[in-house]
């Protein structure tokens, strides 16, 4: 069976049950996951999406931060550049 005519079916992929759960038929469930994406992000906040997964950051409140680099014991958060003042005194 054919999804369109450039598409067909193979037994090594299989269609997650989400995704199954859109609509009864395949032009049901590819109609309904399109609809998922019809809203456009711009502006400041697709920057900032941009950036955190540029760097590899979390993006959200300081609390959800807070709460993934405890739950991961890894940093989701952009520390300070450069080295600490008065590095240079420490090997002295």
Do not use: N
Not at 26 to 31: D, G, L, S, T, Y
Request: hydrophobic letters at 35%.
């Amino acid at each position: 069976m054919t999804l369109t005519p450039f598409i067909q079916r193979s037994g090594l992929l299989t269609e997650h049950q989400l995704y199954a759960s859109l609509g009864s038929s395949p032009i049901e469930r590819q109609a309904a996951y399109r609809a998922l994406f019809i809203h456009h992000i711009e502006g400041k906040l697709l920057d900032d999406i941009r950036q955190a997964t540029h760097k590899g950051l979390a993006l959200g409140c300081d609390k959800f931060k807070h709460e993934i680099e405890t739950l991961t014991g890894l940093r989701v958060t952009e520390g300070s550049r450069g080295r600490r003042k008065g590095w240079r005194k420490l090997g002295s």
